[in-house]
């Protein structure tokens, strides 16, 4: 085992024995030999291409297949060995459609027959190479991003959003990583190339969500709780919980969001039913204490799962989420978490938490932008924060709570993602009616926050880097590599990010996104604040 895509990473290098995560050694073998199988199918189809033939069915398990390695997505070995089987499958299918005939051992391999020998197979397809330790990091950060691509395609897919672009450059990068006589500008390209790709996975997402549910609205949410039957939702997928929300309609039960799913309050074709009642929770690495001490259902989408082996009867999984035990619902009929519900004792009496503020996506912030930039113009907005990203249990992320309190209330702050956990019920006021602290929404919504930028550049005439705004993140997994190639890939410089840089960033790798981006590391909110407004 060699896991070192998420922050939380063992001793700063790599987790070798157990993911940090919760992830087993077998599980991390599969894992990585899912990717090497993936490979494969990938050489061909990108074959295939250059001939003018595409397979949607077999571009869409790509990226589930993908998306299934993302950290605290699937944790269920039998899964991975159905991944497998089927990659391989399909890439027999892709190389008698393509013509072609690659020699190397991800085009050629077999699955072995039997669970431990497909693990000893992983085992030998380690991402832990001998490659040289440059070439290694670049085509692990591309890598690592092409899962965040992957994520946000299969989410807007779902949605009824595709663009082939997005599958030839999966096709594309998973083949050229699998190159030895790839050199280091090529690499560079690349993952710059997978921060474009990423920008139009997240553009179809977001026509996904917008086109099906509406442009979200200032909405206030509960932090508390009505007395009733429950069920909790978390994850990032909205159609599961539209679905959930239609499913359980006039049973008497309460639908809860939790962790990324705050932000979908805003939403007009959510926000229509009664039972949609508020937040419960905070982010994805406190679910172990705040899922068992929910009276209800748990239903979690997309990834963000932990070990629930304290509630393994209330859990249940949706699309590629997987642990061993819990109970899976592959074809969306939710009744099973449904009567689970029923069956509990839901909370006891209403409570009051006080309530947050959200649904400030591009359209919402920028029909106020007149207001905005009068202000600017009038010097009473001297600058904006973007501080959001990745939340998670690792030390040093009180940073981003003490860097919010010290922001002066000239500023305004906006964010995005479970990073916004660390401040999200902090009362910062407002400057001219316009609120301080802004929420757009999901790491899914990146989207929205350049637009923003890229629109309040318009306005002053002038590019993004010279408007007075400073992006401040926090990174955990790897749809937020993505993210950050897409800010590289759109020339953005001067990112702060925290709390740690990625183990799998070289020196020289830091050196060239350092002279050519400026991108740095987080260092104390007094000495970071200082060196932003001076």
């Known amino acids: 085992m060699f896991c070192q895509q998420c922050e939380q990473t063992a001793k700063g290098i790599a987790c070798t024995t157990m993911g940090v995560c919760g992830k087993k050694e077998e599980v991390a073998d599969l894992q990585d030999l899912l990717i090497h199988a993936v490979q494969g199918l990938c050489l061909y189809s990108d074959a295939a291409r250059k001939k003018g033939i595409t397979d949607p069915a077999t571009s869409l398990f790509i990226c589930e297949a993908i998306f299934s390695t993302l950290t605290n997505v699937n944790f269920d070995p039998e899964r991975f060995v159905a991944l497998i089987n089927k990659t391989v499958e399909l890439r027999e299918a892709m190389k008698a459609k393509s013509g072609a005939d690659f020699n190397v051992p991800a085009a050629t391999f077999t699955p072995a027959a039997d669970f431990q020998g497909l693990v000893e197979q992983g085992k030998a397809h380690s991402l832990n190479t001998d490659e040289n330790e440059d070439i290694k990091s670049l085509k692990h950060i591309t890598l690592f991003g092409l899962k965040g691509v992957a994520a946000y395609a299969d989410h807007a897919r779902i949605l009824g959003q595709e663009d082939d672009a997005v599958y030839a450059y999966i096709d594309e990068a998973m083949a050229t990583i699998l190159r030895d006589d790839v050199q280091l500008d090529e690499l560079v390209a690349l993952a710059l190339k997978c921060g474009e790709a990423n920008l139009k996975a997240m553009e179809l997402l977001d026509s996904g969500n917008t086109g099906k549910y509406g442009h979200p609205v200032p909405t206030e949410v509960p932090l508390g709780a009505k007395k009733g039957k429950a069920i909790l939702v978390s994850g990032h997928d909205l159609q599961d919980l539209e679905l959930i929300l239609k499913q359980s309609e006039g049973k008497g039960i309460n639908v809860y969001t939790h962790g990324e799913m705050l932000p979908c309050h805003g939403y007009p074709e959510l926000k229509k039913y009664d039972h949609f009642y508020g937040h419960y929770g905070t982010a ?130 906006l964010t995005l993602a479970c990073g916004k956990f660390r401040f999200f019920d902090k009362k910062l006021g407002d400057i001219g009616g316009i609120p301080r602290l802004l929420d757009i929404g999901q790491c899914n919504d990146a989207y929205s926050a350049i637009q923003i930028a890229v629109a309040l550049a318009g306005a002053f005439d002038c590019d993004v880097n010279d408007l007075p705004l400073s992006m401040v993140l926090s990174w955990y997994e790897q749809k937020a590599v993505a993210i950050l190639l897409t800010l590289l890939h759109l020339g953005i410089k001067d990112i702060r990010l925290g709390p740690s840089l990625p183990a799998f960033i070289t020196p020289n790798v830091l050196n060239v996104l350092v002279e050519n981006f400026n991108i740095m590391p987080i260092s104390t909110p007094e000495e970071d604040l200082k060196a932003i407004l001076g």
């Open 284 to 413: 994805w690495q406190n679910q172990k204490k705040e899922f068992a001490e929910f009276p209800g259902a748990v239903v979690m989408t997309t990834n963000c799962i932990q070990d629930p082996k304290a509630y393994m009867d209330s859990i249940f999984t949706s699309g590629l989420v997987g642990w061993p035990g819990v109970t899976h619902l592959g074809d969306k009929d939710f009744s099973p978490a449904i009567d689970k519900a029923l069956a509990m004792d839901g909370f006891s009496e209403d409570t009051d938490k006080g309530s947050v503020m959200v649904g400030f996506a591009r359209n919402a912030v920028l029909g106020v932008a007149d207001k905005v930039i009068e202000a600017v113009k009038n010097k009473d907005i001297r600058h904006f924060f973007l501080v959001g990203g990745c939340d998670g249990a690792k030390t040093g992320r009180n940073y981003y709570t003490e860097f919010v309190e010290q922001i002066p209330t000239d500023c305004m702050v």
